[in-house]
C-alpha cells in the first residue's frame, strides 16, 4: 500500500546566493530566462535577487514576480527597513510572496562585523519583523551563522521573531560547518524549545564547505523541516549551497525510505543545469552527481557488461528520466570485447569473429595511446578492419586563416570527401570566430540541414602538447546528435566532431526505424 508522503518544498536561490558566487554574476534578462526554467522545472519558491543591491536586480526580481504568477516570489534584504521597502516594492505583483530577512545571531558575526549587542539584535530582528509584516503575511527570517550560535541566544532571537508574526524559520549553516546529526538536532531542539516553535514552519540552508551541504539538508529533512533552500549546480558563496540535483535526486530515489517526494519534475534538471551553467559561465564537473559528463558513463569492461545485460547493475537512476541523452558506454582501454560488438552494432556494422578480433586488437592499441576512443576513430577502425564498411562523409582537409581585426575576419576551408558519391569538395565561409567559420563551411559541405547547437571543449591532459576535444551537438531532422572529436588542434576538433554528429545522424537514418536507437 502506498503511503502519503511528506511534500517537500524546494526553494531556489540559484539567483541570489547562487549568484553571489564568484563571477557568477547575471544581467536581468538572464535571471528571467533562468526564472523561467526554474518555473519550468515546479520549484515552489524562487529567491531572484536582492532588489535593493542594484536597480537591475530590483528590476529582475519585479519583472519575475510579475510573469511567473504561479510560483512563490521571495523578497530579500536584510533587517531594515530600506532592504525590507526595497523587496516588498519589487515583489509587489507576484501572485504567490514571502518576505526574507536575516540578521546575524553569532557571537563571531556580532562582535567582528555588525558590532552590536546581543539585546540590541535581538531587538533589530523584533521591529524589523514587525515592520515587514504589515506588508506581507508570510515572513521567512534567517538567524544568520545559526551553527555557530548557541542554543540560549538562538532561542531568544527566534522566539522574538514568532511572537512578531514570522511565520518560516530559515536556519542557515551560514558556512558549512555542521556535521548533519548536529544539524538535524538543532532543529528538533528548536522546534521544541522555543515558545511558538510548533506553530512555524522550518527551513534549512546549508553551505558546502566540508561538501556537506547535501547531506546536512537531507538530516534537516528528516527532522521534520519542509522547505530546503538549494541552487542549481550547488553553485553560491565560496564552495556554494546545497545543490538542487543531489538533494532532489537523494529524495526522488530514496522517496520510500525517506517518506518524502518533491514536486520538481525531473526531466528538466538536466536542462536546467546546463542553461545555468552556461549562463554564468561556470563549467560542470565531470563528476559531479547527476549531471556531471560522467555521471552516467560506463568505462570498465565489467560494468560495461553489466550494463548492457540489465541497466540496474551499475546504475541507480535512470538517466533519459533526468532529460539527459544516453550514451552510457565510453570506449577506453578498460572497455571489453562485449561492449566494443555493442557499440559498433548501434553502428549497424555487423562483424565475424574473427573481425571482431582483428578490431578488437587495433582498438586496445589506439585506447592505450590515448584516454578514450571517439566514435569518429571507431569507425576509421571499423573501416579498416571490415571490407565495404565506410562512413557518409570524411573530413579530409581543413584550413582556417585570420584577417585580424575587421568584422568576420576569420575563414575556413574545408574538403569532404562524400564515400556514397566518391565526390570531393571544398567549401568556404567566413565568421566573426574561426568556430563560426568552420561551422557554416561544414553546413554548406552538409546535403541536409544542420543546425548548430552546442559546443564543448576541453582539454584532455597538460602542456603545450595537449590534445584538444570538442563536444559539439547538432540537430538534423529535428533530432539531436552529439558527437566527440579528438585533435591536438582543438578547431580540427570541431571539425571532427561536427562530421562525426552528422555521419550519426545518417546512420540513424538508414537503419530499419526498430533498430533505430541512440548511441
Ligand atoms: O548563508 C546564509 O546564511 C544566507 C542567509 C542570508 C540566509 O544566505
Ligand atoms: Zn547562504
Redo the contacts with the bound molecule.
Keep these: 500500500m502506498e503511503i502519503n508522503k511528506r511534500r517537500i518544498r524546494i526553494f531556489d536561490?540559484t539567483l541570489?546566493?547562487g549568484e553571489?558566487a564568484p563571477g557568477a554574476s547575471l544581467y536581468p534578462e538572464e535571471k528571467i530566462r533562468i526564472a523561467r526554467q526554474l518555473a519550468s522545472m515546479g520549484v515552489d519558491t524562487i529567491e531572484p535577487g536582492f532588489p535593493i543591491s542594484s536597480p537591475g536586480d530590483f528590476h529582475a526580481v519585479q519583472q519575475i514576480s510579475r510573469e511567473l504568477q504561479q510560483i512563490e516570489i521571495c523578497g530579500?534584504g536584510r533587517a531594515v527597513k530600506e532592504d525590507i521597502d526595497a523587496a516588498v516594492k519589487a515583489t509587489q505583483d507576484a501572485g504567490m510572496r514571502r518576505i526574507?530577512m536575516?540578521l546575524s545571531s553569532s557571537d563571531i558575526h556580532l562582535d567582528f562585523q555588525l558590532r552590536k549587542s546581543r539585546q540590541q539584535v535581538v531587538e533589530m530582528a523584533r521591529s524589523m519583523v514587525a515592520y515587514a509584516k504589515q506588508f506581507v503575511d508570510r515572513i521567512e527570517f534567517?538567524p544568520?551563522?545559526?551553527t555557530r550560535t548557541g542554543d540560549e541566544f538562538l532561542f531568544e532571537v527566534l522566539e522574538a521573531v514568532i511572537e512578531e508574526g514570522a511565520t518560516i524559520l530559515?536556519i542557515?549553516?551560514?558556512?558549512g560547518y555542521a556535521l548533519p546529526e548536529e544539524y538535524g538536532n538543532m532543529f528538533r531542539r528548536v522546534r521544541a524549545g522555543v515558545r511558538g516553535g510548533d506553530r512555524v514552519e522550518y527551513s534549512a540552508?546549508?553551505?558546502n564547505d566540508l561538501g556537506l551541504a547535501v547531506a546536512n539538508s537531507l538530516a534537516a529533512i528528516s527532522a521534520g523541516v519542509t522547505h530546503v533552500?538549494v541552487t542549481v549546480n550547488g553553485v553560491?558563496?565560496r564552495a556554494g549551497?546545497c545543490s538542487l540535483e543531489e538533494l532532489v535526486m537523494a529524495i526522488e530515489t530514496r522517496k520510500q525510505t525517506m517518506g518524502v517526494e518533491t514536486g520538481i519534475v525531473t526531466s528538466e534538471v538536466f536542462n536546467t543545469s546546463k542553461m545555468v551553467s552556461r549562463i554564468m559561465g561556470f563549467p560542470i564537473a565531470y563528476n559531479k552527481p547527476i549531471v556531471g559528463r560522467n555521471a552516467f558513463q560506463h568505462e570498465a569492461g565489467i560494468h560495461q557488461d553489466g550494463l548492457l545485460k540489465n541497466r540496474s547493475t551499475y546504475e541507480i537512476m535512470d538517466p533519459e528520466k533526468l532529460g539527459i541523452p544516453r550514451s552510457m558506454i565510453i570506449l577506453g582501454k578498460h572497455s571489453g570485447r562485449h561492449a566494443l560488438k555493442h557499440r559498433v552494432g548501434q553502428f549497424g556494422v555487423q562483424m565475424t569473429s574473427e573481425e571482431l578480433d582483428t578490431l578488437y586488437t587495433r582498438f586496445k592499441e589506439k585506447a592505450d595511446a590515448q584516454k578514450i576512443v571517439t566514435d569518429d576513430q571507431l569507425m576509421e577502425l571499423v573501416g579498416a578492419a571490415v571490407e565495404g564498411h565506410v562512413e557518409a562523409f570524411t573530413l579530409t582537409q581543413l584550413q582556417v586563416a585570420s584577417s585580424g581585426g575587421k568584422e568576420r575576419s576569420h575563414s575556413a576551408k574545408v574538403a569532404i570527401r562524400n564515400n556514397q558519391t566518391g565526390e570531393e569538395h571544398m567549401y568556404a565561409a567566413v565568421g566573426e570566430g574561426p568556430v563560426e567559420a568552420i561551422v557554416q563551411s561544414l553546413r554548406q559541405a552538409m546535403p541536409m540541414a544542420v543546425e548548430f547547437s552546442d559546443l564543448e571543449l576541453h582539454s584532455l591532459s597538460t602542456g603545450e602538447k595537449a590534445t584538444g576535444e570538442a563536444e559539439v551537438t547538432l540537430v538534423i531532422g529535428g533530432e539531436s546528435f552529439k558527437n566527440t572529436g579528438m585533435d591536438q588542434d582543438i578547431l580540427m576538433s570541431v571539425a571532427k566532431a561536427f562530421v562525426a554528429a552528422c555521419n550519426q545522424a545518417v546512420r540513424m537514418q538508414n537503419k530499419a526505424p526498430s533498430e533505430a536507437t541512440s548511441a
Design positions: 536561490t541570489r546566493d553571489q530579500f526574507h536575516f534567517s544568520m551563522d545559526a530559515n542557515p549553516d551560514t558556512v540552508h546549508c553551505h533552500e553560491g558563496e549551497n
